[in-house]
Nanobody, 118 residues
Framework: QVQLVESGGGLVQAGGSLRLSCAAS????????MGWFRQAPGKERELLAT????????DYAGSVQGRFTISRDNAKNTVYLQMNSLNPEDTAVYYC???????????WGQGTQVTVSS
């Protein structure tokens, strides 16, 4: 099973940008569909963006469409989430996750905190 470690979170002012990274271990990273999720206090976990194994297909939640961009570099075993035009409602713990063969997201990182100040 792939193991995932997120990085890149932090404190940013409203209107700012951050880029999250998710480094994966294992030689089969390129076979996984990858997703970014977030969970704010008292709220359910939200799927933000997904990317297919070769990066050819991406999908976004309406709440981040046009502001966030998911990408991946299979040579580096890394998936990214570029986040622009951040607002305080984006404050949450952000997680990456891996889905092998459509079986569901069963590998998760530990999460990285993103805090957006007004």
């Amino acid at each position: 099973q792939v193991q995932l470690v997120e990085s890149g979170g932090g404190l940013v002012q409203a209107g700012g940008s951050l880029r999250l990274s998710c480094a994966a271990s294992g030689r089969t990273f390129s076979r996984y569909t990858m997703g970014w999720f977030r969970q704010a206090p008292g709220k359910e976990r939200e799927l933000l963006a997904t990317i297919s194994w070769n990066g050819g297909a991406t999908d976004y939640a309406g709440s981040v469409q046009g502001r966030f961009t998911i990408s991946r570099d299979n040579a580096k075993n890394t998936v990214y989430l570029q986040m622009n035009s951040l607002n305080p409602e984006d404050t949450a713990v952000y997680y990456c996750a891996a889905d092998y063969g459509g079986r569901g997201y069963d590998a998760w990182g530990q999460g990285t905190q993103v805090t957006v100040s007004s």
